[in-house]
Structures are given as C-alpha cells and as structure tokens.
C-alpha cells in the first residue's frame, strides 16, 4: 500500500508491498520493524543498520522519537488522500463534475438525470479496495448526467455524475 508522509514541511511516498522491503520516494529500501512487547518502542533495522524508535498517536498525528529528536508526522494512506481530493474540488456555480478517485465498481445509482439533489445527498456508491464510498453531491442542483450504472466498472479520473 502507498503512503504519502509529512514531516514538517518535508512530503515523502512510502510504498509497502513487500516484506522487509519498503520504497521510499522511488528508493528500495531493506527494512524490518519489530514493536518490543508491552511498549511503544519498535526495533527497526534499515539496511543492516538498527535504530530504536518510540512511536505513540497524537491528534491527527504520529509522534516519533528517533535518536533524541521528536517528529510530529501526518500519514494518509494514497485512497485516503485521492478522496479528499474529490472533495476539495467543486465548484460552487456551474458544473459539478464526480470523478472516480480510485479505480471501482458502480454500486447504486440512487440517482437519475433531472433529478434535484441537495448538497449531502447520496448521488453514487462505489466499491473500491473491499470498501463502499459514498459520494455526496457536493452542492444543490439538478443531476445532468449520469455516465455510470449499477455494476460498471470506472477507472481512476472516469467521470461518474455531473450535477448543474
């Protein structure tokens, strides 16, 4: 799984596919973590070489203590920040366009062309990575298009509903 990391102002990708192999900004690197029993301390060696690492969760935040320095980290996972993504974009006039985040499957359409919708309301479920995600008409309008049923298959960028 893909994972987009801030430190500070500093935005590395992790990427976590295999085990005792991490890829880091396009980098592979060997790497094994081991959590001590009964604490939140882990062992973590990075390509042979061991680092002691105290990890506890903040508010919206992982502090990590490596070595006497505290880092205040942010983790999204790479769905996470696509569906925010989606809702950070819209429109408040004009067109309204639902893309697919992520690729999927069509759940329910609850929703059909000329219908009037207000903001919040279920338009689309999609099912992606095992999970169903609802999108909201991100505004009030009228449904102008419907380019997806129950059962289509999208790819990541399809667009899915527009609402005007």
Not at 3 to 25: A, F, M
Not at 45 to 74: A, N, P
Not at 88 to 117: F, S, W
């Amino acid at each position: 799984m893909k994972y987009i990391t801030s430190v500070g102002k500093q935005q590395y990708t992790i990427d976590i596919n295999k085990e005792n192999e991490i890829v880091l900004d396009g980098e592979i690197v060997n790497a094994d973590m081991q959590q001590m029993p009964g604490t939140l301390m882990y062992s973590i060696i990075i390509d042979g070489k061991s680092h002691d690492v105290r990890l506890s969760e903040g508010e919206g935040v992982y502090v990590v203590q490596v070595g006497g320095k505290i880092y205040e980290v942010v983790v999204e996972d790479e769905r996470t920040r696509r569906l925010a993504g989606l809702k950070g974009n819209v429109a408040l006039t004009g067109e309204a366009i639902l893309k697919a985040p992520m690729p999927g499957v069509v759940v329910e359409v609850p929703v059909t062309v000329g219908q009037e919708v207000a903001q919040g309301d279920i338009v689309l479920v999609l099912e992606s990575m095992k999970m169903q995600n609802e999108f909201k008409a991100p505004r009030a309008g009228t449904v102008h298009m419907v380019y997806v049923a129950a059962g289509d298959k999208v790819e990541q960028n399809d667009t899915m509903i527009t609402i005007s």
